[in-house]
């Protein structure tokens, strides 16, 4: 099992940007893929991004393709969101889940554990 804390979520004017940062513990973080979801008030939790094992590939939601970078650091056990142009339509709860698998994806059924979740709020 893996435990996962995020931080960096937070209040941010329109345009702005945001990091998040999710550390991970308990299975060999370099042997898995990741991944960052959101979940809107009354909408479906939908993946943002995904990275494979290795930081070879990543996958980006059409809604924030040039927008979002997912990123990893093997040696920190680390994935990070770089969240920059930010829009209204981005505030959501942002979680960090880790795959049962090592390729990169965005179905949410290969997610196995997750993060609490945390808050990102854009004002326009």
């Known amino acids: 099992q893996v435990q996962l804390v995020e931080s960096g979520g937070g209040l941010v004017q329109a345009g702005g940007s945001l990091r998040l940062s999710c550390v991970a513990s308990g299975r060999t973080f370099s042997y898995y893929a990741m991944g960052w979801f959101r979940q809107a008030p009354g909408k479906e939790r939908e993946c943002v991004a995904s990275?494979?094992?290795?930081?070879?590939?990543?996958y980006y939601v059409d809604s924030v393709k040039g927008r979002f970078t997912i990123s990893r650091d093997n040696a920190k056990n680390t994935v990070y969101l770089q969240m920059n142009s930010l829009k209204s339509e981005d505030t959501a709860v942002y979680y960090c889940?880790?795959?049962?698998?090592?390729?990169?994806?965005?179905?949410?059924?290969?997610?196995?554990?997750w993060g609490q979740g945390t808050q990102v709020t854009v004002s326009s």
């Open positions: 990275i494979n094992y290795s930081g070879g590939a990543t």
């Open positions: 889940a880790a795959s049962r698998r090592s390729s990169s994806s965005h179905d949410y059924a290969d997610f196995v554990s």
